[in-house]
């Protein structure tokens, strides 16, 4: 553990090996497509099937009126004031998104599905569309309302020197996986099986029971080779649960793959958060309250986990600072457009991007240094299991350490400096600071670790894959622990048949928890594993030693039993599969609480005059995760993280006009990063080791869309604020910042 061992899986998946849901084609495989809402909200007028179901080739069509009975998928209300939005599987009289499947057809090719798909006739008597917002005049009702209070906000504003306020407006945003969507079902003797691009296969599993009504020891969810997912695969959608009714009532295997276009128009988004915030402060740079109300458009249904944006965002919002006094309302609205769910962040990067506008405004007003003023306010290092106002633990930290050692790494103050330099010749430059936290998750995860016949370690586990690393983490784990070459371990994951039972490779908890259940897992392994040496050896327990070729005597490395014959003496001779189990470690670890992850980002940028085209000069960046399993895998996370925060702040948006429409149908019109816009990135670290689980470790996987959109957007500010530019919204486009300082420049 702690070194940077390469990743088990990529010469498989570099190599062309991987194995996706759409690489998946069993014999006698039929394809499913859908009809879909061209209206964002309507009464269905006709639906006419009988020219698709004519084509050759077409084995079956559904509408909703086949799908009677069917059970609903389950939602998370982490909070209380929730009115579910529920999902349909096909619209029944009426649609409420473009892009809702209306009707599935199925039949022996994918174009033919596609063709039959196209002769549909559906017509739609077009009716008033909600857009979300938080505005009555544009019919929006509210589903979701959660306030966090604490102290006296009230007596904190009436006591302020100066009272600061910014309003930030965050797009919806595409989580864009490699591979989209991606479902096929089989039935076969009254078991259905289901392959799904999902980084939760548990929950699908669970969701498939109950909605097909089956006992969930006829349901298997395998997630095969997942190529990313960033939250847009944590819910089952009413695609997967079309293609395993379908499978189930054709009794055949039936697939269906989205298109890029597809997973644009109805998958989940994220995002879509409208916050404002006020920051009470004191004449010494002191904070004293903080007040805000965060909207968030939740599209036409909810996701699983639809409410954890809102319910991320206000619990954290105060960040790594110390307030009392304060006053959060999050409200969700419904919205005639796609679901609204997590992603990479789920509510912490809105949390940190409205925290970290609202301490630049307040550092401006006061004149003081923006990154100086921060100092000022943190929670102390010696101040942790620290108690938040929003009723949160934050488990451990050193802020302070965050902000020096970023502080010296960035080089502050010639970069300072350089600005000013640059200034006198007329360049356009900023810095931009912000620092967050990271919550990686509640609950629980388990593991199984057995000692197989051949000797091979096999651990397995509830948490999923979806290209993080997982195997490479795991066998680390299992290696270190049980003192064998990763190279014994086998590591399974993503299948509910063969796993143990999990949540799921989400909110930044794998390692953390999974990685925690896994140790227990170990340590169970390794007592059976000195009970059983020690009756063959013939020596005590504690004299056991285990290492790479077996176990050995302490005190005579020569009396040893190899793996294999360990195992061999429990199974007993005869010979049988070699996976089989000799001994067995099962647990379900439940965490002592959340690790907190933080960190501290600075980013500079440079403003091309003639153009507005911002270009990051470079980001220094330094996280703390607690213990690092695996620098390496670390590293790739925090980049890829910072690449989607970088999306978010320069140049992603999905973009619906007032109809409901959505203008940003692919990847001609939806902007992602690429690898020329990846900046210079130093990354340096400090490890505060975590109390709530036996690693010690804390969450990456959304610490770059977390931190570095704020840094960005500071920065941005911070090279116009010469101009009087402030408060512009993300994405900061080249446009939108050009204009910014024209309009400036002509008042
Ligand atoms: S947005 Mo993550 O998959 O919790």
Same mark, same amino acid.
């Given at each position: 553990?702690?070194?940077?061992?390469?990743?088990?899986?990529?010469r498989?998946?570099?190599?062309?090996?991987?194995?996706?849901?759409? &690489?998946?084609?069993?014999?006698?495989?039929?394809?499913?497509?859908?009809?879909?809402?061209?209206?964002?909200?309507?009464?269905?007028?006709?639906?006419?099937?009988?020219?698709?179901?004519?084509?050759?080739?077409?084995?079956?069509?559904?509408?909703?009126?086949?799908?009677?009975?069917l059970?609903?998928?389950?939602?998370?209300?982490?909070?209380?004031?929730? /009115?579910?939005?529920?999902?349909h599987?096909?619209?029944?009289?009426?649609?409420?998104?473009v892009?809702q499947?209306?009707?599935?057809?199925v039949?022996?090719?994918?174009?033919?599905?596609?063709?039959?798909?196209?002769?549909?006739?559906?017509?739609?008597? #077009?009716?008033?569309?909600?857009?979300?917002?938080?505005?009555?005049?544009?019919?929006?009702?509210?589903?979701?309302?959660?306030?966090?209070?604490?102290?006296?906000?009230?007596?904190?504003?009436?006591?302020?020197?100066?009272?600061?306020?910014?309003?930030?407006?965050?797009?919806?945003?595409?989580? *864009?996986a490699?591979?989209?969507?991606?479902?096929?079902? !089989?039935?076969?003797?009254?078991?259905?099986?289901?392959?799904?691009?999902?980084?939760?296969?548990?929950?699908?599993?669970?969701?498939?029971?109950r909605?097909?009504?089956?006992?969930?020891?006829?349901?298997?969810?395998?997630?095969? !080779?997942?190529?990313?997912?960033?939250?847009?695969?944590?819910?089952?959608?009413?695609?997967?649960?079309?293609?395993?009714?379908?499978?189930?009532?054709?009794?055949?295997?039936?697939?269906w793959?989205?298109?890029?276009?597809?997973?644009l128009?109805?998958?989940?988004?994220? /995002?879509? +958060? %409208?916050?404002?915030?006020?920051l009470?402060?004191?004449?010494?740079?002191?904070?004293?309250?903080?007040?805000?109300?965060?909207?968030?458009?939740?599209?036409?249904?909810?996701?699983?986990?639809?409410?954890?944006? +809102?319910?991320?965002a206000?619990?954290?919002?105060?960040?790594?600072?110390?307030?009392?006094?304060? !006053?959060?309302?999050?409200?969700?609205y419904?919205?005639?457009?796609a679901?609204?769910?997590?992603?990479?962040?789920?509510?912490?990067?809105?949390?940190?991007?409205? *925290?970290?506008?609202?301490?630049?405004?307040?550092?401006?007003?006061?004149?003081?240094?923006?990154?100086?003023?921060?100092?000022?306010?943190?929670?102390?290092?010696?101040?942790?299991?620290?108690?938040t106002?929003?009723? =949160?633990?934050l488990?451990?930290?050193?802020?302070?350490?965050?902000?020096?050692?970023?502080?010296?790494?960035?080089?502050?103050?010639?970069?300072?400096?350089r600005?000013?330099?640059?200034?006198?010749?007329?360049?356009?430059?900023?810095?931009?600071?912000?620092?967050y936290?990271?919550?990686?998750?509640?609950?629980?995860?388990?593991?199984?670790?057995?000692?197989?016949?051949?000797?091979?370690?096999?651990?397995?586990?509830?948490?999923?894959?979806?290209?993080?690393?997982?195997? %490479?983490?795991?066998s680390?784990?299992? +290696?270190?622990?049980m003192?064998?070459?990763?190279?014994?371990?086998?590591?399974?994951?993503?299948?509910?048949?063969?796993?143990?039972?999990?949540?799921?490779?989400?909110?930044?908890?794998?390692?953390?928890?999974?990685g925690?259940?896994?140790?227990?897992?170990?340590?169970?392994?390794?007592?059976?594993? /000195?009970?059983?040496?020690?009756?063959?050896?013939?020596?005590g327990?504690?004299?056991?030693v #285990?290492?790479?070729?077996?176990?050995?005597?302490?005190?005579d490395?020569?009396?040893?039993?190899?793996?294999?014959?360990?195992?061999?003496?429990?199974?007993?001779?005869?010979?049988? &599969?070699?996976?089989?189990?000799?001994?067995?470690?099962?647990?379900?670890?439940?965490?002592?609480?959340?690790?907190?992850?933080?960190?501290c980002?600075?980013?500079?940028?440079?403003?091309?005059?003639d153009?507005?085209?911002?270009?990051?000069?470079?980001?220094?960046?330094?996280? &703390?995760?607690?213990?690092?399993?695996?620098? *390496?895998?670390?590293?790739?996370?925090?980049?890829?993280g910072?690449?989607?925060?970088?999306?978010?702040?320069?140049m992603?948006?999905?973009?619906?006009?007032?109809?409901?429409?959505?203008?940003?149908?692919?990847?001609?019109?939806?902007?992602?990063?690429?690898?020329?816009?990846?900046? #210079?990135?130093?990354? =340096?670290?400090i490890?505060?080791?975590?109390?709530?689980?036996?690693?010690?470790?804390?969450?990456?996987?959304?610490?770059?869309?977390?931190?570095?959109? +704020?840094?960005?957007?500071?920065?941005?500010?911070?090279?116009?604020?010469?101009?009087?530019?402030?408060?512009?919204?993300?994405?900061?486009?080249?446009?939108?910042?050009w204009?910014a300082?024209?309009?400036a420049?002509?008042?």
């Amino acid at each position: 553990m702690g070194e940077a061992l390469r990743r088990r899986e990529d010469r498989r998946l570099v190599t062309g090996q991987g194995r996706y849901v759409d &690489d998946l084609t069993p014999e006698g495989c039929l394809h499913l497509e859908f009809v879909r809402s061209q209206f964002a909200h309507g009464e269905i007028v006709e639906l006419d099937l009988e020219e698709a179901r004519a084509l050759d080739g077409v084995v079956a069509v559904f509408t909703a009126a086949d799908l009677a009975g069917l059970g609903a998928a389950a939602i998370n209300l982490l909070i209380p004031d929730v /009115r579910p939005q529920p999902m349909h599987v096909l619209a029944a009289e009426r649609v409420e998104a473009v892009g809702q499947p209306v009707a599935a057809i199925v039949a022996t090719s994918r174009a033919i599905a596609r063709d039959a798909a196209q002769l549909a006739g559906l017509d739609i008597e #077009p009716l008033s569309v909600a857009s979300g917002e938080d505005r009555p005049e544009v019919l929006t009702p509210e589903v979701l309302s959660h306030d966090w209070r604490s102290g006296d906000a009230d007596a904190a504003f009436a006591a302020a020197d100066h009272v600061v306020g910014v309003t930030v407006e965050h797009s919806l945003l595409a989580p *864009m996986a490699l591979e989209p969507r991606a479902a096929l079902a !089989d039935w076969r003797e009254g078991r259905l099986t289901a392959w799904l691009s999902t980084q939760t296969p548990h929950r699908a599993r669970d969701d498939l029971a109950r909605m097909l009504a089956l006992p969930l020891a006829q349901v298997r969810v395998i997630a095969p !080779d997942v190529g990313g997912a960033f939250g847009g695969k944590a819910s089952i959608y009413p695609e997967d649960v079309m293609v395993a009714f379908a499978a189930r009532r054709l009794g055949a295997p039936v697939k269906w793959c989205a298109t890029r276009s597809d997973d644009l128009l109805a998958a989940t988004h994220g /995002r879509g +958060a %409208t916050t404002s915030g006020e920051l009470a402060v004191a004449a010494d740079g002191t904070v004293l309250g903080l007040r805000a109300k965060l909207a968030f458009q939740l599209g036409s249904w909810m996701p699983f986990s639809a409410v954890i944006p +809102a319910r991320n965002a206000g619990r954290i919002l105060p960040g790594p600072y110390r307030v009392e006094d304060i !006053d959060i309302g999050a409200k969700g609205y419904f919205a005639n457009r796609a679901a609204v769910g997590i992603y990479r962040g789920a509510g912490r990067p809105e949390a940190t991007m409205l *925290m970290e506008r609202l301490m630049d405004e307040a550092a401006r007003v006061l004149s003081l240094d923006p990154l100086e003023f921060r100092r000022r306010n943190l929670i102390a290092a010696d101040a942790f299991p620290y108690a938040t106002p929003t009723g =949160e633990t934050l488990d451990s930290g050193n802020y302070q350490a965050l902000v020096d050692m970023a502080r010296h790494h960035a080089g502050y103050d010639a970069l300072r400096a350089r600005q000013a330099e640059l200034r006198r010749d007329g360049k356009i430059f900023g810095i931009g600071v912000s620092l967050y936290i990271e919550p990686c998750g509640q609950g629980w995860e388990s593991a199984t670790a057995s000692l197989c016949r051949d000797g091979t370690i096999i651990a397995a586990t509830g948490s999923s894959a979806q290209g993080q690393g997982r195997e %490479t983490a795991f066998s680390q784990i299992v +290696a270190d622990l049980m003192r064998v070459s990763p190279e014994r371990v086998t590591v399974r994951h993503g299948d509910t048949g063969e796993s143990p039972t999990g949540i799921g490779a989400l909110a930044s908890r794998s390692t953390a928890i999974g990685g925690g259940a896994m140790v227990r897992a170990c340590e169970g392994l390794l007592e059976q594993i /000195r009970r059983a040496g020690a009756e063959l050896l013939q020596c005590g327990e504690d004299e056991i030693v #285990p290492g790479d070729a077996g176990v050995s005597v302490a005190s005579d490395q020569g009396r040893m039993a190899t793996w294999e014959a360990l195992a061999g003496h429990l199974l007993g001779p005869e010979t049988g &599969d070699p996976k089989e189990a000799a001994l067995c470690s099962s647990v379900v670890f439940h965490a002592d609480g959340e690790a907190w992850a933080s960190g501290c980002c600075i980013a500079s940028v440079i403003i091309d005059e003639d153009t507005g085209t911002p270009t990051i000069d470079e980001v220094v960046w330094v996280d &703390d995760a607690g213990v690092v399993l695996n620098p *390496m895998l670390v590293r790739g996370q925090l980049v890829g993280g910072m690449a989607q925060g970088l999306g978010e702040a320069l140049m992603e948006r999905i973009v619906y006009d007032e109809d409901g429409q959505m203008l940003t149908g692919s990847l001609m019109d939806y902007a992602v990063p690429r690898a020329a816009d990846i900046p #210079p990135v130093r990354i =340096e670290k400090i490890e505060t080791p975590s109390p709530t689980n036996p690693l010690g470790a804390k969450g990456v996987g959304e610490a770059g869309c977390i931190g570095i959109p +704020a840094a960005i957007v500071n920065a941005v500010g911070d090279a116009l604020s010469p101009f009087g530019v402030r408060g512009l919204q993300m994405p900061l486009t080249s446009e939108r910042i050009w204009r910014a300082m024209h309009d400036a420049a002509g008042r």
